[in-house]
């Protein structure tokens, strides 16, 4: 009855050594498919909605409204003086202007065009024509192109408590 018990108890060890390599494998593989510089907050990139998801939820806002989600998207612009500020693709052709949370952390000025995860505060906004001409003059806007811009605009805005950027 030993014999049997030891044959028993490293039959189990075997089985559970081999099982858990085999989970441990596929951890990783999740792992490389994509990963993630971290800004600000530390976030998960688990559960955040796409951008026409999201451009849904911007168009059932009215000023005033605020609405906390996770979403994913593309950067289509970085501020080039800090790194301050980010704009981000939606769908219709829409975007969204990103700044974040207390002046706390940027993000790198070569971002455009990564695929980014952002957590935090949507809401909609209108953008006065100063603060726009300030905004067009960070991104190195040519001075026709700031001229150019003579009304309030409604704008699409998210405070970000944290950011995932894809490396």
Do not use: R
């Not at 030993?2 to 189990?12: E, G, N, P, R």
């Not at 790198?108 to 935090?120: F, L, R, T």
């Not at 300030?134 to 408590?161: C, L, N, R």
């Amino acid at each position: 009855p030993y014999k049997m018990i030891k044959k028993i108890i490293l039959a189990v060890l075997i089985t559970t050594f081999f099982v858990s390599c085999e989970s441990k494998k596929e951890v990783s593989k999740e792992k490389k498919n994509v990963s993630y510089a971290k800004f600000g907050d530390s976030i998960s990139s688990e559960n955040a909605i796409n951008n026409s998801e999201m451009m849904e939820k911007f168009a059932s806002l009215k000023e005033g409204d605020t609405l906390s989600v996770k979403f994913k998207s593309s950067i289509n612009e970085v501020c080039q003086k800090k790194g301050c500020w980010m704009t981000l693709d939606l769908a219709d052709d829409k975007e969204v202007f990103v700044k974040f949370k207390d002046y706390g952390f940027f993000v790198p000025k070569n971002a455009q065009e990564k695929e980014v995860i952002v957590n935090g505060k949507a809401f909609v906004s209108i953008e006065s024509v100063d603060v726009l001409k300030h905004y067009a003059k960070d991104a190195g806007k040519s001075q026709a192109a700031i001229d150019s811009i003579t009304e309030p605009k409604v704008t699409y805005s998210f405070m970000a408590d944290g950011v995932l950027i894809a490396k």
